[in-house]
């Protein structure tokens, strides 16, 4: 399957790639990567899971952790990395490994980007999605949940290595640039959806996290649940929820349940950004 779209430009996906091939592109933890190589196989038992992610000491500890959070309300403690993978569920342990990982393998050196507030950003994003993603579509809540988490993180290599983009994104928090990805396609040829998709397909990630990527600024008539919560930035805290209410107008079965979805988000996103932060 391919990408959804090329830039507004018209610039090829072919020239992006070859765009990312002049970057120092962080390399995917190897143990992720075989992780979710297996997770690809829907053959494949979570036990044999386990035993790759457990040659990670800092991984196992994170799903310990995860799946002994007060979020799950468990009477008692899980203590083996099988009993972890196997009650957070494939769609669940694929999602949590792509978000650490990618949180881990970038960070933030650009002096534009605060790195705390940037991932508290992508960590409410993600949990707003999963919680659309109960009303819509909950059998994809996890994938939703990634790709609201990761639509941004080109941003992070952008910034660094693109001579300019910085000053881009400075404008563009500063709130003298209204749309920013038609400022970057007037001035770079490209945005950062669809370098971000890139980056996703070098990865190796599913093909569906890479469309979800792309696509997230799109103006599709039926929006997933990522592409409703894409206007949460780190620019001003009100353009997110009028976004996400005016997106949210033509859906009967979210129009009226706006601000419950936010309260619980909102609720929720503490807990989660600590993972990423």
Known sequence: MGLLRRSRTGTSLDQVAALLDQFTLPSFPQVAAEAL???????????????????????????????????????????SLDRAVVMLGRNQVESILIGHSVAGALT????????????????????????VALVVDPSRRSEHFTAGLLQDMALLILAEQVKGYDTLLAEWYAGSVVDFVEAENEQFGWDHATVGAVMCRSWNFPEKLVVAVEAHHDEDDDRSPSQLVSGF??????????????????????????????????????EVAAVFT
């Open 233 to 270: 930035h780190e620019v001003d805290d009100e353009i997110g929820p009028a976004s996400f209410a005016e997106r949210c107008a033509a859906a009967d079965d979210l129009a009226a349940r706006v601000d419950e979805l936010l309260t619980n988000a909102r609720s929720q996103v503490a």
């Open 108 to 131: 933030s050196r650009s002096p534009v980007i605060e790195a705390t507030r940037f991932w508290g950003t992508a960590a409410l994003r993600a949990v707003l999605a999963s919680q």
């Open 37 to 79: 190589q297996l997770l690809a196989d829907a053959e494949v038992e979570m036990r044999a899971v386990a035993a790759v992610l457990e040659r990670d000491p800092g991984l196992s500890v994170h799903f310990l952790r995860l799946a002994n959070s007060a979020s799950l309300g468990l009477r008692s403690s899980v203590d």
